[in-house]
């Protein structure tokens, strides 16, 4: 007997409100990331606006961040200011969808908002022109927090069939991988491919080239959507680095990274001079580079080490990888493949940032 359960919806009965006119107002979902790095929403009226709004035509918001571990309880207040919208692909028509930042009651941000100080780092390199693509992996868990489709009492067999994998026992859900796609596509979110991945119930997909700061502001929106549309599924989405300890692949968020240098002739000598700044700072990089990654990053399961930096051309093995087509050109972009999947895509960019060009006052 099929289960029923009150974590997914019921689409047919939830259609005939989603028809109902709106009477010029629209909905604005505000989201906004809490101390756990997880995504958090809730929902405004607006009057609806011809051509819609820019973020900077948002009005503050705020919520209590006693209840999210983002501030004290006697002064709980955490204003969420509007950075970025997106049209909204569950409720669509005029509704919106509203990045924000956390910001304290006096003035400064959030311990929580890493966007601010990556926004600087963007703005004072911006003659760079940095391009960043993020491949984020994530594991499908059941309500049990068991792997989707992994046998209750045991595992399924080695890892093999699944990398890309094709037909039943091979993958599971990829009715989450193409929903959350087309929501991505319509929201205009720059996703860039997906894939299934190397252990069972885990896939990937890749946001980018985003510029500067759009890359973090593109992949938060991509996860809140990924959160939302598994949600409805009965699924729960894993960014754990290693979420099943032994022979099974971990989580990646490998980011690769481009200048305008890199990416004319003669670029790769300016690869090659950022990959010596990374390893002049790879302690630095680790330590923004998400928790539990030290489970990951052992040297096996296509990772380096988490202790030594290395870089070699289409080797997997490494911290960073120039891809063999890059070699072979002598310009492109390099791969960062350290980051893990539950790590903060403004902390990542900003850093690199940081480490080859810079820091800026804080
Ligand atoms: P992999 O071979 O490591 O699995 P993917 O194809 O999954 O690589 O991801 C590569 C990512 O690199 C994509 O998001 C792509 O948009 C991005 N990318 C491609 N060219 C550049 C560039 N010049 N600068 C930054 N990112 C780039
Ligand atoms: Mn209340
Ligand atoms: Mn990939
Ligand atoms: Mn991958
Ligand atoms: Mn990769």
């Known amino acids: 007997m099929a289960q029923q359960s009150s974590a997914t919806s019921n689409a047919p009965n939830l259609q005939k409100y989603l028809d109902l006119p709106q009477k010029g107002q629209i909905m604005a979902e505000y989201i906004w990331i809490d101390s756990d790095l997880a995504v958090r929403s809730k929902v405004r009226t607006l009057p609806y606006k011809e051509g819609g709004y820019a973020a900077s035509e948002l009005p503050q918001w705020n919520f209590d961040g006693s209840s ?16 970025a919208v997106y049209p909204d692909p569950f409720m669509r028509g005029d509704n919106i969808l509203v990045l924000t930042e956390c910001w304290n009651p006096d003035g400064t941000p959030n311990k929580f908002n890493a966007r601010y100080e990556a926004a600087k780092l963007m703005e004072a390199h911006a003659d760079r022109e940095p391009w960043f693509g993020l491949e984020q992996e994530y594991t499908l868990l059941d309500l049990n927090d068991r792997p989707y489709g992994w046998p209750v009492n045991g595992f399924p067999a080695p890892q093999g069939p699944y990398y890309c994998g094709v037909g039943a026992g091979k993958v599971v859900m990829r009715d989450i991988v193409l929903a959350h796609y087309k929501a991505c596509l ?100 680790i330590a923004v580079y998400g928790k539990g990654n030290e489970l990951r990053l052992t040297g096996r399961h296509e990772t380096g080490s988490i202790d030594v930096f290395s870089a070699g051309v289409a080797n997997r093995g490494a911290s960073i990888r120039i891809p063999r ?35 800026v006052d804080k």
């Open 186 to 285: 319509y929201a205009g979110i720059n996703i860039s491919g997906t894939n299934a991945e190397v252990m069972a119930a885990q896939w990937e997909y890749q946001v980018g080239p985003c510029k500067g700061i759009e890359q973090g502001d593109q992949l938060w929106l991509s996860r809140y959507l990924l959160a939302r549309v598994a949600e409805e599924f009965g699924a729960k989405v894993s960014f754990d680095p290693k979420p099943i300890p032994g022979d099974w692949n971990g989580a990646g968020l490998h980011t690769n990274f481009s200048t305008k240098e890199m990416r004319e002739e003669g670029g790769m000598k300016h690869i090659e001079d950022a990959i010596k700044k990374l390893e002049s700072r790879h302690k630095e990089h």
């Open 325 to 359: 087509e890059v070699a072979a050109k002598g310009y492109g972009y390099f791969e960062d493949r350290r980051p893990a999947s539950n790590a903060d895509p403004y902390l990542i960019t900003g850093i690199m940032m940081e480490t080859c060009f810079g820091a």
């Open 68 to 83: 999210t571990g983002q501030a004290p309880g006697e002064n709980s207040d955490v204003y969420l200011r509007p950075v």
